[in-house]
């Protein structure tokens, strides 16, 4: 079992920045990958950013250059720095985590809102 717990949510300006948190405790060395989603209302969920134990990354289209997935291995949390935030990225964000054995988890969830 792997448990996730998001924090860092929260209200911004556009353009302002903010960093999500996700710790991970429990079997986390069967973690081969964790991402971070988000979802709208009225949209789907979608994968904004990915990385792996190797640390490779991946990243959707509407935040390269953007957001930075990263990981301190120490603290078995990975971050997701987001920077120049538009309105459109308003959405609940979750992280999720792929394990060994063809598991995944999901954190609860937080609210990343951004307006004027």
């Known amino acids: 079992q792997v448990q996730l717990v998001e924090s860092g949510g929260g209200l911004v300006q556009p353009g302002g920045s903010l960093r999500l948190s996700c710790a991970a405790s429990?079997?986390?060395?069967?973690?081969?990958?964790t991402g971070w989603h988000r979802q709208s209302p009225g949209k789907q969920r979608e994968l904004v950013a990915l990385?792996?134990?190797?640390?490779?990354?991946n990243y959707a289209d509407s935040v390269k250059g953007r957001f930075t997935i990263s990981r301190d291995d120490a603290k078995n949390t990975v971050y997701l720095q987001m920077n120049s935030l538009k309105p459109e990225d308003t959405a609940v964000y979750y992280c999720?985590?792929?394990?060994?054995?063809?598991?995944?988890?999901w954190g609860q969830g937080t609210q990343v809102t951004v307006s004027e």
């Open positions: 429990g079997n986390i060395f069967s973690i081969y990958a």
């Open positions: 990385i792996t134990s190797g640390g490779g990354t």
């Open positions: 999720n985590s792929a394990t060994t054995n063809a598991r995944t988890y």
